[in-house]
């Protein structure tokens, strides 16, 4: 029977524990890259109801469909432990697809802390999201608020008229995430 020194075991040991390190160094850097190449993906493949994230210039001709409504629903989501109390103003309308319509999200900063972030919007069904287009949004740059500050910010959009009949309801959801602290 062969035995091992005990030189040989901690060494066996410590090749054991530096694989083991790297192995949770390589998933961490995996779960933070994860963010951004899911983003990109979404940017790329349309997926995951990414709606624009420029403004864009209302046609002049648009014509309204005065025949049907959709109902837009709208949501409101904060990065937990943020100390942001973040809100849609109404949480339904109804609007005639073509038509410009107009509503606000209020923010407010509950932390003693400023508060740098960008909310990202998202659009269900998918399949809406190119239909839903945002005129004004505060999602198109970061915002930054002060301890205590609220704010109102506006959301102007379109519903493209040749929107499928079948989607009768649409929800525009927005989450405020932190914006990553500059470095050093």
Do not use: W
């Not at 949770?24 to 349309?46: E, H, I, K, N, Q």
């Not at 309204?64 to 709208?74: A, C, G, L, M, S």
């Not at 509950?110 to 399949?127: C, D, I, K, L, R």
């Not at 109102?152 to 519903?159: E, G, L, N, Q």
Request: with cysteine; charged share 15%.
């Amino acid at each position: 029977m062969i035995t091992a020194t005990p030189t040989l075991l901690q060494q066996n040991n410590q090749r054991l524990v530096i694989r083991l390190l790297l192995v949770v160094l390589a998933s961490s850097a995996f779960g933070f890259a994860m963010v951004p190449l899911y983003d990109v993906f979404c940017r790329l493949t349309g997926l995951n109801g990414r709606t624009n994230t420029e403004a864009v210039a209302q046609d002049k001709n648009t014509q309204v469909d005065r025949t049907r409504k959709v109902n837009v629903e709208f949501l409101s989501h904060t990065m937990p432990g943020v100390g942001l109390e973040f809100k849609a103003e109404q949480f339904t309308m109804r609007v005639h697809p073509g038509e410009v319509m107009h509503t606000t999200y209020t923010v407010k900063n509950n932390s003693s802390q400023v508060f740098t972030g960008q909310a990202v919007p998202s659009v269900t069904p998918a399949v809406a999201a190119s239909y839903f287009q945002k005129i004004e949004c505060f999602c198109f740059s970061q915002q930054t608020f002060q301890p205590g500050e609220e704010r109102t910010m506006p959301v102007v959009f379109v519903i493209k008229p040749d929107m499928s009949r079948d989607l009768g309801t649409v929800t525009l959801s927005y989450t405020f995430f932190e914006a990553p602290k500059a470095r050093i």
